[in-house]
């Protein structure tokens, strides 16, 4: 059996599961993929069009991908202002960043208005530099945002820095208070539930097998066929078995352990309050308290997949999660001895620059996707349903016509060359941020590999 997050352990059994697809079926929009990604476009076509037929097909049940399994780091896109800006223009840039900061109160009220407790907290995000090669990682994205005209983050003291994220590792930091953090699956799950009295219809343990791709559209499944008008791709990393999308994501993983609830000893380490915190490593830490006390602590990157078959080593990795365990007590020496509770893992569809990618598969107007969210969809996924739902219906309107969804961007290098590349610069980095870690100077050799990765969730720095 697939090994499951803490978050959708917490909550297992909320709801009965949704039938599988079985025999011949039609609808107007097929959405491949229960995620926040595919429900969010759901609700969304809903809101707009009540008397659009909207199925959704979900391989595993929703939730069971990268939403219900992720951080929780509810984060805008004002780190990414400079590729924003290079994809869309100032102006169009600005816009979309701020609309991602919007998102996240449009999560806020969808929660309360639905009475979904996803434990949504308003903590702000702590970006922090952990050794000295990653102070001033955000220099570049402050002074852009600075000349911009618009400021979301504020500078703090490193003492302030040390104190709110509890640990004197903490080297330097700026603050964004917009950001939040929740339970997870707690959210996806709500939306599933929203989705559904809205009148979308779902299909769990559904995998599509075979996309027809003409018009109208026909997805395979083991024990069924959809013949739809419009589809809509909301796949993440599984999109990459997708011809068309091969080459413009990469599957990485992300691994996550949990400690057994320790309110007390956060408190007396005075990790008190709720931001989501992260490094400014490459292979990035992200972390948090959880409501109860917990502490959740993930790295991106360690895992590779070839091409777009994601391993179950993507579910979990007791090797890579005792990496993870070893980074978290060497940021928080004070809490070394707090037992890991739960550890587990899930894929990133990265991109080449680290923000997703829509458009219509191979040119065919009535087949949209929405992917490569690269780590950071848990508050743009309220956008990405915005930009779907205006592709799949045809509407014109301030997304289908943005230049950021329009924008064209390189791709990647085939497999299995790029599997191999990747390996070689991930492992120059592991070695370049473990030299930098225990504050030795890297190999000239590994600081130049590091240079050929992609960007993250943060910018590289320089
Ligand atoms: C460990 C981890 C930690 C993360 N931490 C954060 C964080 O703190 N903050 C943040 O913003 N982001 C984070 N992310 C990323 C974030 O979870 C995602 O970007 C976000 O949930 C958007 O997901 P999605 O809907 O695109 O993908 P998913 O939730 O993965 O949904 C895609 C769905 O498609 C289904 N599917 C795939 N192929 C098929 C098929 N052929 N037929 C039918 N169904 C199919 C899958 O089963 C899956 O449920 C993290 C991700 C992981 C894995």
């Not at 297992?12 to 949704?18: H, K, L, N, R, V």
């Not at 997949?305 to 993507?314: M, Q, V, Y």
């Not at 070893?326 to 550890?343: G, Q, W």
Request: aromatic share 6%.
């Amino acid at each position: 059996m697939q090994h499951r997050s803490f978050w959708l352990r917490e909550i297992a059994g909320d709801a009965p599961d949704a039938p599988p697809l079985s025999g011949a079926a039609r609808c107007d929009v097929a959405i491949v993929g229960g995620g926040l990604v595919g429900l969010w476009t759901a609700i969304r076509i809903r809101q707009h069009d009540p008397a659009c037929d909207v199925v959704v097909l979900e391989q595993d049940i929703c939730g069971g991908g990268a939403s219900g399994r992720n951080g929780g780091e509810v984060l805008s896109w004002w780190a990414k202002a400079g590729t924003l800006v290079a994809l869309a223009g100032r102006e169009e840039g600005i816009r979309v960043a701020r609309a991602s900061e919007a998102a996240i109160s449009e999560i806020e009220a969808f929660c309360s208005v639905n009475g979904i407790d996803a434990e949504f907290n308003r903590g702000g995000y702590l970006w922090t530099a952990t050794t000295a090669a990653q102070l001033g990682a955000w220099d570049s994205t402050v002074a852009l945002l600075d000349d911009l005209g618009v400021q979301p983050f504020q500078r703090l003291a490193p003492t302030e820095v040390a104190r709110r994220a509890g640990s004197a590792v903490h080297l330097a930091g700026i603050f964004d208070a917009s950001a939040a953090t929740v339970q997870p699956a707690k959210l996806v799950r709500g939306l599933r539930r929203v989705a559904l009295q809205l009148g979308v219809r779902l299909h769990e343990h559904t995998r599509v097998t075979e996309l027809d791709r003409q018009s109208p559209a026909v997805l395979r499944t083991a024990s069924g066929a959809l013949t739809s008008d419009r589809v809509v791709i909301a796949t993440n990393a599984w999109a990459g078995s997708l011809r068309e999308l091969q080459r413009r994501i990469v599957a990485i993983s992300s691994d996550i352990i949990l400690t057994a609830p320790a309110p007390d000893r956060l408190d007396e380490v005075g990790w008190t309050g709720y931001e989501a915190i992260s490094d400014s490593q490459m292979m990035i830490h992200y972390y948090r308290r959880t409501a109860s006390g917990r502490v959740m602590f993930g790295k991106g990157g360690w895992g590779i997949a070839l091409g777009g078959r994601i391993p179950t080593s993507f579910d979990r990795h007791p090797g890579r999660a005792g990496d993870v365990a070893s980074n978290f007590r060497r940021i928080y020496p004070t809490l070394a001895d707090v037992p890991i509770a739960a550890d587990w893992s899930g894929p990133i569809d990265r991109s080449a620059h680290g923000l997703p990618i829509f458009g219509h598969l191979g040119g065919r107007e009535h087949i949209s996707y929405g992917v490569g969210w690269s780590g950071n969809g848990v508050g743009p996924s309220v956008l990405g349903g915005k930009i779907l739902a205006s592709l799949a219906l045809g509407l014109d309107d301030e997304w289908s016509a943005s230049s950021f969804v329009r924008a064209r961007t390189k791709a990647l290098p085939p497999e299995p060359i790029r599997y191999i590349g990747a390996h070689v610069v991930r492992n120059g980095v592991v070695r370049m941020e473990r030299a930098l870690a225990r504050g030795e100077k890297p190999r000239a050799l590994d600081a130049r590999l590091a240079r050929l990765a992609p960007a993250g969730i943060i910018p590289k720095k320089g």
